[in-house]
C-alpha cells in the first residue's frame, strides 16, 4: 500500500467539487440571462408564453412532471429575468458556501426550468451534463462516498458514450482517423488556435484521432480501478479536455469535465499540491455527518436507480433491445434529466456551410447582419468566448446543416429581424439598420473554409468563403 497510505477521504475533494459547480452554473446563469429575452421573451425569437400556450393545449396536469418548471406560474419577460438572476444570487451563495444545500436544490430547479423554457436553445449536451452534476451534487455533503462514486459513473458514461458514438455510428473520417482534418474547420465556434491546429501536419491529425479513442474509449475503465490508475485516467482525460478548450468554444462543457475529474483524486493527492491554508480551512469547516439507517437506505436506492438507467442507456446505444420495465422506469425519470446519455460528433461535419442574413430597403441593394461570433467577415479572426455560450450563433451552424423547414424557429427569427425587435438584434454583432427595419430580408449559403498560410500572409483573411445558393428567399413583413 505504501508508506504514505490512508484510509480514502473526500472532504476536499467535495468542498472543491462543489465550489466548482458553482462556477459553472454562476456562468450558466449569466449567460443565459443575457441573452433571455431575445431568446424567449415576449418580442424574442420563440416566445416563452407561446409555448406554455401550446403545451397547455396539448397536455393536462401531466404537463408539471413532463415539463417541470417553475414558470407554469409566470411566463413574463420579469419572471425569465428573475430567475436567471435568482440562479445568479444562489451560484454566489454556493461558491462562498452559504447555505449549500438549499442553494443547490434551487439552482438545479432553476436551470431546470430554463431547459424546458429555452426550448431549441437550450438542448446541448452541456446542459443535461450540468443538471445531472448539479443534481449529485446536492447530495455530496449528506453521503459523500457514495455521490463520489456516483459522480465517477457519470465522468465513465460521459467519456465512454463520446467515444462508442464515434465508432458506433460508421462514420468513415472516424474509421480512417482523419476526423481531425475537418473537426477545427468545421466545428462551431472554433477559437483563434483551431487555425493553426488545422494546419498540423497530417501525422499529428491522425495520430491525435487515435489518441482521442484512447481516452473516450480506454481511459474510462481506469475510474474503477486503485487509485494511481485512476489519477492516469484523470489526467488524460483533463489534457484532452485542455485541448478541446483552445480549440473550440464550448461554452463551459470542457470545465465542467475537469470539474468532474476532482472525484478521481482523494484529499491525500490534493494536500501535495494545494496550499496548505486551503486545506486547514476546509478541514475546519467540514463536519462529518452519521447517516442514519432511513437516510442511508435512500441513498442506496438512489445510486442503484443512477446507475440501472444508466446501464439501460449504455445497453441502448449499443443497439441491445431495453425490457419494458426498464423502458418504463428511464422514460420516468427522463423529464428531471438526472440521467442521460452522451456523445457529440457521433458524425464528423467535413464541410462548412454558413448562413448569410442580408436585409434591403429596395430589393435590390442588400446589405449583412454580421453575428457576435460565428464566421461572417473573412478577415475577422475566429474570437474566445468561453464560458458563455452565444446560442443563437450556435443554432445558426445546425441550421445550415439542415432546411428551414427542419427550423421552424429561423422562420420567426427572421420576422423579428423584419421588426427591428431590439431584444433579437441585441444578439447580434451589427445591426445595419439601427433606425428601420428592412422591407425585406433574406438568407444565403456560403461554404467557408479556413485560409492557407499563403492566402493568410497575402490577404490577412482568416476565412475563404463562395456562394452555395439561396437558404430563403427574399422575404417581406407578413409574406
Not at 459547480?21 to 456562468?27: Q, T
Not at 423502458?327 to 425519470?333: A, G, L, P, S, V
Request: charged share 15%.
Amino acid at each position: 500500500m505504501g508508506r504514505d497510505y490512508e484510509p480514502p477521504s473526500f472532504d476536499l475533494v467535495s468542498w472543491l467539487f462543489l465550489r466548482a459547480i458553482g462556477l459553472i452554473y454562476l456562468a450558466a446563469f449569466i449567460s443565459f440571462s443575457v441573452q433571455a429575452l431575445g431568446l424567449i421573451g415576449s418580442h424574442g425569437i420563440l416566445p416563452l408564453s407561446e409555448f406554455a400556450s401550446a403545451i397547455r393545449g396539448q397536455f393536462g396536469l401531466e404537463r408539471y412532471w413532463w415539463f417541470p418548471m417553475v414558470f407554469w406560474l409566470d411566463q413574463s419577460d420579469f419572471a425569465i429575468q428573475a430567475t436567471c438572476w435568482a440562479g445568479t444570487a444562489l451560484s454566489l451563495l454556493l461558491i462562498f458556501d452559504v447555505l449549500p444545500r438549499l442553494s443547490l436544490f434551487f439552482l438545479y430547479l432553476l436551470y431546470l426550468s430554463l431547459f424546458y423554457a429555452g426550448q431549441v436553445f437550450m438542448g446541448f449536451q452541456w446542459d443535461v451534463l450540468l443538471l445531472e452534476s448539479g443534481f449529485l451534487a446536492l447530495f455530496l455533503s449528506i453521503a459523500s462516498k457514495p455521490v463520489i462514486w456516483l459522480l465517477r459513473w457519470l465522468l465513465f458514461r460521459f467519456m465512454f458514450l463520446s467515444g462508442s458514438v464515434k465508432l458506433l455510428s460508421g462514420d468513415p473520417t472516424w474509421a480512417n482517423l482523419s476526423a481531425l482534418s475537418y473537426h477545427f474547420q468545421t466545428q462551431p465556434l472554433p477559437t483563434p488556435l483551431a487555425w493553426y491546429a488545422h494546419h498540423l501536419p497530417q501525422g499529428i491529425l491522425t495520430a491525435s484521432t487515435a489518441a482521442t479513442f484512447v481516452i473516450e474509449l480506454a481511459l474510462p475503465f481506469l475510474i474503477c480501478c486503485p487509485r494511481r490508475l485512476r489519477f492516469v485516467a484523470a489526467f488524460g482525460i483533463l489534457l484532452l479536455e485542455v485541448l478541446i478548450l483552445l480549440t473550440g468554444n464550448y461554452t463551459f462543457f470542457n470545465l465542467l469535465a475537469m470539474a468532474l475529474c476532482l472525484v478521481l483524486f482523494d484529499d491525500a493527492a490534493l494536500r501535495k499540491v494545494l496550499p496548505s491554508r486551503l486545506t486547514r480551512f476546509v478541514q475546519h469547516h467540514v463536519h462529518e455527518i452519521k447517516l442514519g439507517q432511513i437516510v442511508s437506505f435512500a441513498a442506496g436506492a438512489f445510486a442503484l436507480l443512477i446507475v440501472f438507467a444508466g446501464l439501460v442507456q449504455i445497453h441502448g446505444v449499443f443497439g441491445g433491445r431495453i425490457s419494458r420495465p426498464a423502458m418504463w422506469i428511464d422514460n420516468r425519470i427522463a423529464p428531471l434529466c438526472i440521467v442521460n446519455t452522451y456523445g457529440l460528433f457521433a458524425v464528423m461535419t467535413t464541410a462548412r456551410t454558413e448562413i448569410i442574413i442580408e436585409g434591403s430597403d429596395d430589393g435590390v441593394h442588400w446589405r449583412e447582419y454580421a453575428f457576435k461570433y460565428k464566421p461572417g467577415d473573412v478577415r475577422r479572426p475566429p474570437l474566445w468566448n468561453i464560458p458563455h455560450q452565444p446560442r443563437l450563433d450556435w443554432q445558426m451552424w445546425f441550421a445550415a446543416l439542415g432546411t428551414p423547414s427542419q427550423n421552424p424557429w429561423f422562420v420567426l427569427f427572421l420576422q423579428r429581424l423584419l421588426e427591428n425587435s431590439p431584444e433579437v438584434t441585441a444578439l447580434l454583432g451589427s445591426n445595419p439598420f439601427p433606425h428601420k427595419p428592412p422591407l425585406y430580408v433574406r438568407a444565403l449559403l456560403y461554404r467557408y473554409r479556413f485560409s492557407s498560410r499563403e492566402e493568410k500572409e497575402t490577404t490577412g483573411a482568416w476565412w475563404v468563403r463562395q456562394p452555395e445558393g439561396i437558404y430563403y428567399p427574399a422575404t417581406a413583413f407578413g409574406s
